[in-house]
RNA sequence: GGGAGAUUAGCUCAGUUGGUUUAGAGCGUCUGCCUUACAAGCAGAGGGUCGGGGGUUCGACUCCCUCAUCUCCCACCA
């Protein structure tokens, strides 16, 4: 059989994803064997792959992998998400492209457009996520508009306003004016911003709306707003202010008067101890607005624009306002100085446009019960973070958990199943037959089109937060009296959820409640948080910097099992992944290692009659029970999240133990053949190592696993069971390591000495040696005798393993001055160390508090050491006496 | 401003209830090798007073205090 000398990865990976597919190798379906379930933290539906969805669906691919080679039935359901904020603005920027505004068509066209740009664009991703070897079940492919899971969305909706804890209420909410929308807090970032504080002079009115020569200071960031003052406030306690009690001061450029009022909230050593109090634009102002009985006058229209409530700029933006409004209080003499000034100013996540404080009617879910429910379920395990850290985290927002505003002024989306009488009165209803007939319950006048549905849609994450469930059965969430199918029983709760900490509050935590909700049970048992992707000195991965690396180029340069190994070396959970493309070498490297030892093992010849070598028997002895060793270690790994501890393990297995020691031992001569047993026990080592790759490196593995041997169509890696770790010696395991020193050693003195490998050495032994490894030592240091040695022939190059004394006789090459410097570094060393551990045992408090087990630590350290400077001072006197 | 976490080799990180750790790994670095599986490789070597200071303890990378630096989360000082 002809193997390519250099592993291909474009023409292997294609090959056998279509293979896996062709044979639903991904396909699940409920049966006897123990779930293992993940639903994937659906990406946008119109995105693209960038690296942070190869680490995150890496991970869940080995996952899943790994459980379906342990027996279990593996499901992974993918799927994408609407995101309702960034496709409508994609879709806005697109219609503007074609000269069509937002305003000028109507709903149902502009969703018409928005479903044709997601059948466009829609699941790009999905097909993206095939390259990297994503294990999904795509027969089950979700999105969350399905009409199923839409109408789940809209139960939930009706569910919960019937059980009274969602609400219509004003609120000052985070307008983002370039979405047109409003944000929840947590979508909002505060950025300190360098801006100006402008210190403006409200004159005192005589009563009748005239200037007197009087005024007050206010200073603030936001002169556009000051059309929408109300009032103007100063502390009841600030003296330098109880002059002006009663009287009213003048807005000025439109000299409206407004009254001066008293309230604690006024800081009154920050800027002049004077607040403009503007109700409709700032979220305190409203509050204090609330308290004094204000006016709101809201002069700021949808998309940031002044209104013609604001008298003055009317229609100019917020921002082009503001500059103009400065030159005319300027002219107008009300400015009295301007300073820098930087604060924190709020922008949208999606948009990035500064965020509007702005009066409006949202709808609301009570996090009152919800959250505490949540915070149990992790508080008590029934959920494990990993890393543990992220509980903290999550407590304290579950602990302080406001309202979830869910309603989104959007067109993209679930649509609000409110439905609004004529006479304002609301009903809330699955669907618009059921509203027209509660709406006739009260009037039975009202016909359809009397009837009014809200025009808002739901936030994003209300649809998301029912994934875990109405992936398997749309119909469980928000109808309590219905019997779960057949799916969600078996596949709920899930398994594992990985994502990035940076949406523990909108998704993770969310799931939880509604889980919690709907299935009384918690959605999944553990959530591994990935860190988050940045380039190799730490910045976050951006368009704009240009620093984020297109993950499908990077797969068709190295292959996709190579950035798998990539991504994962560089990531251990919870820490941030500063990715470099040597990472994603080394994985190539990898690769290409496990391609060239199969290409040997290929190339031995069988002599079914040759006797099997002692060096092989022995390495065959030893690679079996470290196999087993390592295996025990992985599944450890695994079982604690590991994952990169894991994929080290093996690949040091692989890489070192199996290649650099293993192969090497058992390797015949060239051209030579192999006996039998030593050649069936390597295609059975080879076998384990790749099923224990699988995992991580997929496409290699299956390719190599079909070439070790004829397998029947169908057959694949896949579902080959994990390999299981059988005994193991660790008094034979040790002993291999010396022989593993000891070869080390004389390639050292090799290599110092100039020495080839060709010229055969002798090795002396004094002291204790682990007879059985003779074999293994010859073959690799190029020795023709292992010897006893008697003192006088104790001499040559000297090195010391453990207490066992070494030479390698070699006349003439010995340079006595070098290695006896060598042995009295050491010498000195040890007296040190021995004096150290001497003082220690001599410490009446310790011998008195340690437990024994330490003491005879100690003691066997002081025993190690002593006999290890025996065995120095001997050979510095062999060295000597030459 | 509040909270959480981090600081161990040049880089990225392990170090699991304080004592078999006389601090480890991978990558990188250095040296020598194109040795018929692999130069995307082989062999060998060097490299850290565990951020600073103090404390608890027989014993501290590990626990406590403090300082410094960094990261993240939350938070409206007009």
Not at 649 to 662: E, H, Q, V
Request: glycine letters at 6%; hydrophobic letters at 40%; a negative charge.
């Amino acid at each position: 059989m002809e193997i390519n000398s250099k592993y291909n990865p474009s023409e292997v990976e294609d090959k056998w994803y279509a293979y896996w597919q062709e044979h639903k190798c991904f396909h699940s379906e409920p049966d006897e064997k123990e779930p293992y379930t993940i639903v994937i933290p659906p990406p946008n539906v119109t995105g693209i792959l960038h690296m942070g969805h190869v680490l995150n669906n890496t991970l869940n691919d080995v996952l899943i992998r790994k459980a379906r080679m342990d027996g279990k039935n593996a499901c992974w359901v993918p799927g994408t998400d609407h995101a309702s904020i960034a496709t409508e603005s994609k879709v806005v920027a697109k219609l503007k492209g074609m000269g069509i505004s937002k305003e000028d068509i109507t709903r149902e066209e502009f969703l018409k457009y928005a479903w044709e740009w997601k059948e466009e664009h829609g699941g790009i991703i999905l097909k993206q996520l095939r390259k990297l070897g994503a294990s999904c079940d795509w027969d089950r492919t979700r999105f969350t508009m399905d009409p199923e899971l839409s109408q789940a969305v809209i139960n939930t909706f009706v569910y919960f306003y019937k059980k009274g804890w969602i609400y219509r209420g004003v609120r000052m909410v985070n307008w983002d004016p370039e979405g047109h929308t409003a944000v929840s807090d947590d979508e909002v970032i505060h950025k300190d911003t360098k801006s100006h504080f402008y210190h403006m002079r409200y004159f005192i009115s005589d009563g009748h709306g005239n200037p007197t020569d009087k005024y007050i200071v206010i200073a603030t960031t936001r002169p556009e707003t000051i059309m929408a003052d109300a009032a103007i406030c100063v502390n009841p306690n600030d003296e330098r202010h109880h002059w002006m009690r009663g009287k009213k001061v003048l807005i000025p450029l439109i000299n409206k008067e407004i009254p001066i009022i008293e309230d604690d909230y006024v800081e009154m050593d920050f800027g002049t101890g004077c607040l403009k109090v503007t109700p409709a634009h700032d979220a305190h102002d409203y509050e204090i607005g609330l308290r004094h009985n204000l006016p709101v006058l809201d002069i700021i229209d949808d998309h940031g624009r002044l209104n013609e409530k604001a008298q003055i700029l009317i229609g100019e933006d917020r921002f082009v306002a503001r500059e103009k409004i400065v030159k005319m209080l300027q002219d107008a003499g009300n400015m009295e100085k301007v300073e820098d000034y930087t604060s924190p100013v709020g922008y949208s996540e999606r948009t990035n446009a500064v965020i509007e404080p702005r009066l409006s009617v949202q709808w609301f879910l009570k996090m009152g019960e919800l959250a505490p429910r949540a915070l149990a379920s992790v508080e008590d395990g029934f959920i494990k973070f990993i890393p543990d850290k992220y509980r903290n985290t999550y407590r304290h927002w579950m602990e302080n958990a406001r309202d979830w505003c869910i309603s989104r002024q959007l067109w993209w989306g679930q649509r609000i199943p409110a439905y609004y009488l004529p006479d304002g009165q609301i009903v809330v209803e699955s669907s618009f037959e059921k509203a027209l007939k509660a709406a006739q319950a009260i009037d039975p006048a009202i016909k359809p089109e009397n009837l009014r549905q809200d025009e808002d849609v739901l936030d994003t994450w209300f649809s998301s937060w029912l994934w875990p469930i109405s992936v398997f059965d749309p119909d469980m969430p928000g109808q309590p009296d219905h019997e779960p199918n057949a799916d969600l029983k078996y596949y709920y709760p899930t398994s594992d959820l990985v994502t990035g900490p940076d949406i523990i509050f909108f998704w993770v935590a969310r799931m939880i409640m509604a889980g919690n909700e709907f299935m009384n049970d918690v959605p999944f048992r553990n959530v591994y948080f990935t860190g988050i992707v940045r380039d190799k000195i730490g910045r976050k991965m951006s368009k704009t910097l240009g620093n984020s690396p297109d993950p499908l180029e990077l797969i068709a340069k190295y292959g996709a099992d190579a950035v798998r190994l990539g991504m994962l070396l560089c990531s251990s959970a919870g820490n941030d992944i500063l990715y470099d493309e040597s990472m994603i070498e080394q994985g190539r490297n990898f690769c290409g290692k496990i391609w060239n030892s199969f290409r040997l093992i290929k190339g031995w010849s069988v002599d079914e009659s040759a006797p099997t070598p002692e060096h092989s028997a022995v390495a065959v002895k030893w690679f079996g029970q470290k196999l087993s060793q390592t295996i025990c270690i992985v599944e450890d790994h695994y079982s604690k999240f590991r994952i990169n501890d894991a994929l080290m393990a093996t690949y040091k297995l692989f890489w070192d133990d199996f290649c650099s020691w293993y192969l090497e031992l058992v390797k015949p001569a060239y051209g030579a053949a192999m006996d039998k047993a030593t050649y069936d026990a390597t295609t059975g080592f080879f076998e384990a190592l790749i099923k224990m790759v699988h995992p991580i490196m997929p496409f290699i593995t299956e390719e190599l696993w079909q070439s070790l041997e004829p397998r029947k169509d169908g057959e694949t890696i896949m579902y080959a069971p994990t390999p299981k770790a059988g005994a193991f010696d660790e008094k034979f395991l040790a002993d291999f390591d010396i022989a593993r020193e000891a070869v080390a050693s004389v390639r050292a003195i090799r290599k110092q000495k100039n020495i080839p490998m060709k010229s055969a050495l002798e090795l002396k032994v004094k002291g204790e040696f682990p007879e059985e490894m003779a074999s293994a030592v010859k073959k690799l240091a190029g020795v023709s005798s292992v010897e006893k040695a008697q003192d006088a022939d104790a001499q040559g190059v000297p090195f010391i393993i453990g207490t066992t004394e070494f030479f390698v006789p070699l006349a003439g090459f010995v340079n006595v001055e070098e290695e006896l410097a060598k042995l009295e570094a050491d010498l000195d060393y040890q007296k040190k160390f021995l004096e150290g551990v001497r003082r220690k045992l001599a410490n009446e408090s310790f011998m008195a508090h340690a437990p024994e087990k330490v003491v005879a630590v100690e003691r066997k350290k002081e025993a190690d050491a002593l006999s290890r400077i025996e065995s120095l001072t001997s050979q510095i006197n062999s060295l000597k006496n030459n």
